[in-house]
């Protein structure tokens, strides 16, 4: 079982619709939780943190962990075509030399038409 | 405020040429990663540092690649001898040691080995 997994999609939404971007993770004991956007050629850029259970919004971006299942997602509202992109869940492991370590899930590829 | 800074952005050399990454880290951050990436294996952790000290080394594929941090503002990673399999997109990352561990990315590293 991989550490972190994302459906790999592409994920494809109509424009000013909600984009759902989910992630598992296998380590319990993880402590913090990140979503980076990636465009084509570019870096991953961080979009948001969470680290509590529940819902953290910032804009149009909610993210929303369950420790419990394990899970952690992304909310994009009114997705624009801007919003098209690669995005990357990543998981802070805690415990020995992985301490502080993220580790990052293949990606889901999302498009926003028009 | 300056990002994470990383240079040269691209590099095309010959297979068996040394090749010299560099990365300056945002000021105030104490940790420092290297990451690869490719289409076939993702986004992979190379190596990282906490305080300038190599922490876990576990990704670096093999002796070819080697890394140094001789202080709080600067690190290289260095192939040699390079292959063609080298070929990728190189990360360099940063964060400060308090949660949620928030990883910011440098523009990245093009390597192309011929």
């Known amino acids: 079982q991989k550490e972190v997994e994302q459906n790999s999609g592409p994920l494809s939404v109509p424009e000013g619709a909600i984009a759902s971007l989910n992630c598992t993770y296998s380590?319990?004991?993880?402590?913090?939780f990140f979503w980076y956007r990636q465009y084509s050629g570019k870096s991953p850029e961080l979009i948001m943190s969470i680290y509590s259970n529940g819902d953290k919004e910032d804009g149009r971006f909610t993210a929303q962990l369950n420790k419990a299942s394990q899970y952690v997602s992304l909310l994009i509202r009114d997705s624009q075509p801007s919003d098209s992109a690669t995005y990357l869940c990543?998981?802070?492991?805690?415990?020995?030399?992985?301490?502080?370590?993220?580790?990052f899930g293949q990606g889901t590829i999302l498009t926003v038409h028009p | 405020d300056a990002g994470v800074i990383q240079s040269p952005r691209h590099e095309v050399t010959e297979m068996g040429q040394e090749v010299t990454l560099r990365c300056k880290p945002i000021s105030g951050h104490n940790s420092l990663f290297w990451y690869r990436q490719t289409m076939m294996r993702g986004l992979e952790l190379l190596i990282y540092?906490?305080?300038?000290?190599?922490?876990?080394d576990s990704g670096m594929p093999e002796d070819r690649f080697s890394a140094k941090m001789p202080n709080a503002s600067f690190s290289t990673l260095k192939i040699q001898p390079s292959e063609p399999r080298d070929s990728a997109v190189y990360f360099c990352?940063?964060?400060?040691?308090?949660?949620?561990?928030?990883?910011?990315f440098g523009p990245g590293t093009r390597l192309t080995v011929t």
């Open positions: 540092f906490n305080n300038n000290v190599p922490i876990d």
């Open positions: 990543a998981v802070t492991l805690t415990g020995g030399t992985s301490y502080g370590k993220l580790t």
């Open positions: 990352a940063s964060r400060h040691g308090a949660l949620p561990y928030e990883q910011y």
């Open positions: 380590d319990r004991v993880s402590q913090s």
